[in-house]
C-alpha cells in the first residue's frame, strides 16, 4: 500500500488549496481514504474521510462546509478541496487508507497505512 500526497503549500485566509492522496497496491473501491493533520505537540486529529465504494462522506466540524474530499476512481486518488482557510489550519496533512471504513469518528490509530504528510500553511 503507497500513498503519496501533494498539493501543500503557503496561502493567505480566504484562500483555497487542493490537496491529492495518489495510492498504489490495493484495491481502491475496497477502502476507506481520510485526511488527518497534525501541529507540533498535538495529537494527528482527523479532517474528513470517504469510503470509496459508495462514496459517503464524513467531515470533522472545523472544517464542515469548507473542505470537500473527492475521489477520481480511474486515478486511485482521492482530493480534498480546502477553501476559506483559516490560520489555525495550519498542519502537516496526511492521507490514509484502511478497509474497515470510516468509523463514526475519525481516529488515527485506525488507519494502518499511511502517506509521508504535505504541509499547509495559512498566514493571516
Known amino acids: 500500500v503507497q500513498l503519496v500526497e501533494s498539493g501543500g503549500g503557503l496561502v493567505q485566509a480566504g484562500g483555497s488549496l487542493r490537496l491529492s492522496c495518489e495510492t498504489s497496491?490495493?484495491?481502491?473501491?475496497?477502502?476507506?481514504i481520510a485526511w488527518f493533520r497534525q501541529v507540533p505537540g498535538k495529537e494527528r486529529e482527523g479532517v474528513s474521510c470517504?469510503?470509496?465504494?459508495?462514496?459517503?462522506?464524513n467531515y470533522d466540524n472545523s472544517v464542515e462546509g469548507r473542505f470537500t474530499i473527492s475521489s477520481d476512481n480511474a486515478k486511485n486518488t482521492v482530493y480534498l478541496q480546502m477553501n476559506n482557510l483559516k490560520p489555525e489550519d495550519t498542519a502537516v496533512y496526511y492521507c490514509?487508507?484502511?478497509?474497515?471504513?470510516?468509523?463514526?469518528?475519525?481516529?488515527?490509530?485506525?488507519?494502518?497505512?499511511w502517506g509521508q504528510g504535505t504541509q499547509v500553511t495559512v498566514s493571516s
Open positions: 470517504i469510503w470509496i465504494s459508495d462514496g459517503s462522506t
Open positions: 497496491g490495493f484495491t481502491f473501491d475496497d477502502y476507506a
Open positions: 490514509a487508507a484502511d478497509s474497515y471504513g470510516c468509523g463514526a469518528v475519525l481516529w488515527w490509530p485506525d488507519f494502518n497505512s
